[in-house]
């Protein structure tokens, strides 16, 4: 392997660590400590492990941590009520219902019922519009972490060739935005895309978020690129995960390439805690 391995592992732990000294300074000057309220609805096991996730982040950083487990027959109108509460109440600071909801709520919906001044996920309309205005608010964060992974490993990003391919809401257009924002020029595929591996092999920064295993192979990769690989795939025979790269190909010609796991992944978390803090700031 040629490419130099970014570590989403350590760069995540040292945000963490960061939030959690300034959390520690909150406490000792008898200040409240930024508060997260995680709702579950219904009991997918995925979902219980990312919530899980989460609090045990929150507990590790010194955060509040108000946890809703709700049952899957809850209804919406009773889950917009809690999220109206939590609206309502000073001392919450963020507000992140766990996506995917039963089938019988709509998720727009509940998206669109969290105030934007809490919307910790990046996912409200209104944030999603200062994103592409370039005012301040929350932003998706996944994409989010991406951008620290590339800052924090001193790889250079205006001027760049960024081609991403996926054009999901969470993660391919915000990232547009925000590779636009750093001054990158900025291609999206998708699965319509004529010659796609033509087309990815013009970028510098090559970001893949599509949820196919080993879709992105040396055929699409510049030589001395940057890949990021955002995809998250169990192989049904090891049960291991891969991404949505070829790692072993595309490890020899890269210059930079993030690993699954262990690479996009704990960032998430991370930025989600960023979040909460940048939330915290904002309400005191
Ligand atoms: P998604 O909502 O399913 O969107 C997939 C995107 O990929 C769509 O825009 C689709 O194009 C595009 N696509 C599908 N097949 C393609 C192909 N053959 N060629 C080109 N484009 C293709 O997925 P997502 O939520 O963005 O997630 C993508 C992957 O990232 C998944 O593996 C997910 O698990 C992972 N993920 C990881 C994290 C994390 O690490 N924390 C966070 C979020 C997602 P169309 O729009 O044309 O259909």
Not at 8 to 14: D, E, F, P, V, W
Not at 146 to 174: H, Y
Not at 241 to 265: H, K
Request: aromatic letters at 4%; charged letters at 25%; a negative charge.
């Amino acid at each position: 392997m040629s490419a130099q391995l970014i570590d989403g592992k350590l760069i995540s732990a040292q945000i963490k660590d960061e939030l959690k000294a300034k959390t520690e300074e909150l406490f000792a000057s008898g200040k409240r400590v930024p508060t997260l309220a995680v709702i579950l609805v219904g009991s997918d096991p995925a979902s219980q492990v990312y919530v899980r996730n989460k609090k045990k982040a929150c507990e590790y950083i010194g955060y509040k941590s108000l946890s809703y487990e709700l049952d899957e027959k809850t209804t919406q109108e009773e889950l917009l009520e809690l999220i109206d509460k939590l609206n309502k109440d000073p001392e919450v600071d963020g507000i992140l219902v766990q996506m995917p909801v039963p089938k019988h709520i709509d998720e727009n919906a509940v998206i669109e019922a969290i105030s934007p001044d809490k919307d910790v996920d990046g996912f409200h309309p209104v944030n999603v519009g200062k994103l592409c205005t370039g005012e301040k608010g929350f932003v998706s964060c996944t994409p989010a972490g991406i951008i620290q992974l590339l800052k924090r490993s001193n790889i250079d990003i205006t001027g760049k060739e960024c081609v991403i391919v996926g054009r999901s809401n969470i993660v391919g257009k915000p990232m547009m935005m925000l590779m636009l924002r750093e001054n990158a020029t900025v291609t999206v595929t998708h699965s319509k895309t004529k010659d796609i591996a033509e087309v990815c092999k013009r970028a510098d920064i090559l970001i893949v978020a599509i949820g196919k295993a080993k879709f992105v192979t040396k055929d699409f990769v510049k030589d001395g690129a940057v890949v990021i690989d955002v995809g998250i795939n169990r192989n049904a025979e090891t049960g291991k995960l891969c991404g949505d790269v070829d790692f072993e190909e595309v490890s020899q010609i890269a210059s930079y390439i993030t690993p699954v796991p262990g690479g996009v992944g704990p960032m998430t978390i991370a930025m989600l805690m960023y979040n909460c803090f940048e939330a915290y700031e904002m309400h005191c």
